[in-house]
Each structure stands twice: as C-alpha cells, then as structure tokens.
C-alpha cells in the first residue's frame, strides 16, 4: 500500500508540474545519440542545441520548430513534422525548440518574435524555411536539399524546362563554361564518395574549371531559393 500510495504520488507530481508548465516534455526525453541519423523529431535545449546541430556529422542538413505549447499552429504542424521526420531520416534531420523553456536560444540567438518559426541549417549557417508548412513542402525541400545542388543538363530542352520555373516556380541559373571537362582519374576521391554516378559527374564538372567553381559555391549556398543546372559539354 506504501509502494503504492507512493507512486500515485509521483505521478500526480509530474502531471502537475507538466499542466503547470515547470517541467517541459523535452527535459524527460533521453538525449538524441550522435552519428546517428535521426527519425524522429528531437527536442532540442540550451545543452544539446549545439552538439546536436552544428557538429553532427551523421545529421549536417536541419530543419528547426521553435513553438510554444501553447500556440495553435504549433500544435497542429507537430504530426506533419513526425510524419516528415521518418521519411526523410538520413537526409534532413527535424528539431524542436521549446521557447517557453529555452529563451536562450529562442530569444537570445535568434530573435524568435512568432510561433512558429521555422528554419533551417547547412553549412554553419542558419536560413529562414522558404517553403509550405504541410507534407508535401517539406519532403520536397528535404529531398531536394539533400541532392547534389546542381544538375547536369544534357538535353536542350531540359533547360527550357527549367527557365520555364519548372521546379514549383522557383528562379532557376544555367551556365556553360566551354573549358569544361570530365577527365578520367584514376581511384579519384569522387569515384570513391559513395555518390550516384549523375552525382560524380556533376562534382567532376564543377571542379573543372574557376567558374563552374564558383557557380558550384552559389549553388549550394541558395539551393533552397532555386534551381540550378550546368550544361554537359556533350549537350545536344
């Protein structure tokens, strides 16, 4: 009956503390494990923030929730995160920043002035989400950011295809430099990346010469607000 009593105890304990918002539902979730690619979404706090996100090297591409549990939106966009979460595992890893509980980074870092807000992180750098909040937009942005972010066009009429904004509207930059070229090397670092072979080739392209260099640089920084192809120099 002790035993018991004890434990009802406890429990009326927590689901108070909980209702009365003195202890956060992240604070009872075991850390995340590095070098792991995540599933699930992960609450993130002032202790794990910067382990989790920045040095990561398993989960380098995020998209990050600060909410407030008390925000309707918020609540409402947490299935289509869980959903999104376990598609797109191994590709964009999904956080959740509980700004009533961790004002150090909500305020502090980033300044956060609504629920939610939404961004996301590559590179060392944080950047405002661009997209939709439903499913659909943020699978589309997870796979899309965790692609090569230039595609090789070999067919002319792929290019017009992309000029047209054939990616959801989006700007989209083509370039041709005619020094270009795909030399073969042998037992090359690209060749042994684990890339797919459109992506290999891609990498050789741009690595050939100072503009398509530079053109790859842009790419990657501003893969989120367009679409970006290089010209094959086989290009019919």
């Known amino acids: 009956k002790i035993l018991s009593t004890m434990t009802a105890f406890s429990t009326l304990l927590l689901s108070t503390a909980l209702l009365l918002g003195t202890l956060s539902t992240s604070q009872l979730t075991t850390a995340a494990p590095l070098g792991t690619p995540h599933s699930t979404v992960i609450p993130l706090t002032t202790k794990t923030f910067d382990s989790l996100v920045t040095t990561d090297s398993a989960n ?13 939106h918020c609540v409402a966009l947490s299935p289509i995160l869980d959903q999104a979460a376990s598609h797109l595992a191994g590709k964009l890893s999904i956080g959740k920043i509980d700004c009533t509980i961790e004002k150090k980074i909500c305020k502090g870092k980033f ?14 750098e944080f950047s405002d989400y661009p997209l939709g909040r439903d499913l659909d937009s943020i699978v589309s942005f997870g796979e899309k950011m965790s692609q090569s972010a230039v595609k ?27 020094k270009e070229e795909t030399e073969e090397e042998e037992e090359s670092g690209i060749d042994k990346s684990g890339a797919t072979e459109e992506e290999k080739e891609a990498t050789k392209l741009l690595q050939s010469t100072e503009r398509t260099r530079v053109f790859g640089q842009v790419a990657r920084k501003y893969q989120a607000q367009g679409s970006f192809g290089l010209l094959s120099p086989s290009i019919d």
């Open 152 to 178: 090789v066009v070999k067919d002319v009429n792929k290019v017009y295809e992309m000029l047209a904004g054939g990616a959801n509207g989006a700007v989209a930059y083509v370039v041709y430099d005619p």
């Open 111 to 124: 300044d956060v002035r609504g629920y939610p807000t939404l961004k996301y992180y590559r590179d060392g």
């Open 60 to 72: 380098t591409l995020w998209l990050l929730k600060f909410y407030a549990p008390w925000c309707g």
